[in-house]
């Protein structure tokens, strides 16, 4: 099992801007899988933006040119910059490490993203 804790959620005022990380663990971080996914209260859970152990990507048609996504596997951690945030970003964020090789993935806890001015 792979531990996942999200840090960085918060208050912001609409067109601010916040970075969310992941912490995951495991030595083999940089394959993984990684992915943002969200829940606004009476949602479904919908996915954010994903990266692949190459480093490409993928985005939510309602996040594209104002999320992106990246990782270090230096430090285990991948990161969501959210910038020009709407209300309609207000959500739990939670991060997803998947490893395809093994048909697993864990979550983390998630974290809270308020948009309100």
């Known amino acids: 099992q792979v531990h996942v804790v999200e840090s960085g959620g918060g208050l912001v005022q609409p067109g601010g801007s916040l970075r969310l990380s992941c912490a995951a663990s495991?030595?083999?971080?940089?394959?993984?899988?990684m992915g943002w996914y969200r829940q606004a209260p009476g949602k479904q859970r919908e996915l954010v933006a994903t990266i692949n152990s190459d480093g490409s990507t993928n985005y939510a048609d309602p996040v594209k040119g104002r999320f992106t996504i990246s990782r270090d596997n230096a430090k285990n951690t991948v990161y969501v910059q959210m910038n020009s945030l709407k209300p309609e970003d207000t959500a739990v964020y939670y991060c997803n490490a998947r490893r395809p090789w093994q048909g697993r993935s864990d979550w983390g806890q998630g974290t809270q993203v308020t948009v309100s001015s």
């Open positions: 495991g030595s083999i971080f940089s394959l993984y899988v």
